[in-house]
Structures are given as structure tokens and as C-alpha cells.
């Protein structure tokens, strides 16, 4: 079956909101077999929206569209594919009731222009929003399904993977797919395809896909098969290539991030974390407390940014900063060591460099940075040279530490029984 994805909104035509959409719906679809085949941007005109519609319903069999489900003026793909598709729109009154109680447990007035959220193309099946006003809808038209989603992410998502996904299980004559996603760090994309790529082409009906990112690189599997058994066993014989050969840098699968394999990683052994950043101004914290449950496991952050702070918050001495500089190898030990004795933790990590565009030296370049992680055995501390911009230097800072966290419980001989 082919997909097309219409993405509805000016704001987007106008760079003013990033389109995440498309990326992370094709990923989800994909383990049901559907591949994303084409995908359009339109703006609010609803002779743009409707023409879109009428071109996708002509070659797919699943049309997915984003926006424009709001109450405003400018929400007009509910009312264009009610006309497209000859219906009529009713009021539904579960959805005002949903909508008028989100407004009163919110405390604030309901603006009369939320009533048109509750209107609905005849017959259509609607989809609930947990996390926001406007309801999704789906559709079957000549054949053909329709779903309508809500713009914003944090209300698509949900709705997406929590509904949408079992619906079109339900609904849909699906192909026989088994697909996985491996997530690995701290090897680049080349020598990832170089280890696994020649095994994995030569299985039958597999297929193969890599993904690049800043420190991360995904090997993406699909095998297309007769039965579901035959799928299955191929997906293991591919997944055996590849845990065999990447081991111990594959750090998830699927949608696994980094920071939530620390967060479960930790929390399973009862084990504390703390830490003390310079140059990442507090990102490794942010990345680990947005994590559900980070609280079972991180015990605090020290952004020591000043030379003074490194000092007063986590005891580095000052003679080790002024024999060494502040971005060396025995301050970020110094950092490591200094926050989890403060803190008590099981674990501590420093990290200090240099995220540019300025600052560097011959010695000491735009980019250098020390990551040391201090455990109640021993103190480690790895350095890399990261050549981004600021932001992107950041993170890719935070990955390594979190990396080099995660290596650290994988080695039985870094993570002896805790003394206490």
C-alpha cells in the first residue's frame, strides 16, 4: 500500500516551525510494512489543501495529514476534506464535553471558537486527543483511509502511536514485515556498514538502511517475507550479525535514547549519579532529568562554568587549575571525584573543554574536550576533539559522557560491588 504524508500550516512554508512529522511518522510505519512514498507541505489556502488531497487519494491507499484541525481561521483541513469527500459536518457532543473539561481543569475562559473543534465529517472515526483540544479524525473514502492529526507534536505523537497505530492494524491489509532498528556510539557510519553491511545484503530478502546522526549512527533492518515465521527468523539472523559484530556499541533499539538506557541502566542497580559541567552548561543534567523515573538515580547537577565555581562547588584546587588549565585532564578528574564525594553518589562525571567559536589555542583547540567519570573503584577520563558549532558541541559532549557511563556498566571490573 502506498502512503503520502500532506503537511497543512503557512508557518511551516515559512520556516517559522521545524517539520519533525514526516521523519518520525515513516519510522513509525515502517515495522507495519507501510513506506512513506511521497510527502507535501501546503500552506492555509484550502485550494492548495483540497488539490493535495485530491492528488494523494489518485495514487495511495493511506493519505496522512497534519494541521490545520484547530479552532482558528486558518484551520481549514477538516471543513476541505468534509467537502472533498462529500460530507456533511455534524456536531459531536463527547468532544465539546472533552473540550469544555480540559478548559475548566485548566481554570482558564473557553473562547466560543473552540466549538468548531467538535464538528466532524459524517462518519468519520474520531481519534481522541489526550494532550490538547482538537480531536484527530480517520476516514475510509472509496477505498481509500484518511487520517487527520493534530499539528503540534506533543499532541500528534501520542495520538499516532497510541491510536492511530492499532487502528490501522486493524483496519488494513498489511504486508508481512519484520523490521528492526539498532542504535549504536561512538562509531562512525562507514565502519558500521564496513563490519555488518556485506553479511546483512547477502540474506535473502533483507533490507538495509543506515542512519547518521552526531555520535550516533542507526542500522536500520526490513525483511520481507511469505509468513510471518519466515520474517522472523531472517530478522534474527540479521539481529545476530549485528549484536555479534557492534556488541558494545549498540546501546538500544528501536526509539531508545541514550540518557533512558542510563536512567533504567541505573535505577535497575540501585546506583546514584551526579554531575559537574563546564563547557556543556548543564545539557547532561537536562538530557537525564527529562528522562521519566531520573529521579530514582540522579541525585544533582553543578553547572561550574568560572574557574571560582569549580573550585567553591565541587573542591577542585585552585593550584591543579593554574598548573593545568581548566580544560585538562586532571581537572575534569578533579570535577568527577569532587562532585560524587560532595553528593555521595555511586557515580560522577566531569566535564570541561572548549565549545568555541572562540577561546582556542595551538595546545588547547576550539572543540577539545576532557569527559572523566569517577566510580567507587576508580576515576577514567577519555579525551575528544568535537568539531561542530556550539550547540551540536554540546550535545555530542554529553553522548560521550553518557557512553562512557554506560561502557562503565558493562565492564564488571569498572563497576565492583559498591563499598558503601
Known sequence: MKVEIINTGTELLLGAVVNTHQSYM???LLPLGLTVQRQVTVGDDPLLIRGAFAEAIKRAGLVIATGGLGPTSDDITRDVVADLTGRRLV???EIMDRIEARFRHRR?????SVRVQAMVPEGAIVLTNNNGTAPGLALEHKTKWLILLPGPPRELKPMFEDIVLPLLREKLTLPIVDARTFRTCGIGESMVEEI????LLALPGCEVGYCARPSEVDVRIVVRAHSQTEARAMADRAEDIIRQNLREWIFGTGEDRLEAVIVKTLAAKKATLAVAES?????LAHRITNVPGSSEMFVNGCVTYTNASKTRLVGVPATLIEQHGAVSDPVARAMAEGVRTSSGTDYGIGITGIAGPSG???EKPIGLVYIALATPTE???IEQRINYDRETFKFVATQYALDLLRRA?????VDRKRTG
Do not use: E
Not at 555488518?196 to 553479511?199: D, E, I, K, N, P
Not at 563547557?279 to 545539557?283: A, I, K, P
Open 91 to 93: 456536531f459531536h457532543q
Open 379 to 381: 576515576t577514567r577520563c
Open 360 to 362: 582556542g589555542t595551538t
Open 26 to 28: 515513516a519510522r513509525a
Open 409 to 413: 556498566n558493562l565492564n564488571p571490573a
Open 196 to 199: 555488518v553491511g556485506t553479511q
Open 108 to 112: 482558564f475562559p473557553m473562547p466560543a
Open 279 to 283: 563547557c556543556t552548561g548543564g545539557l
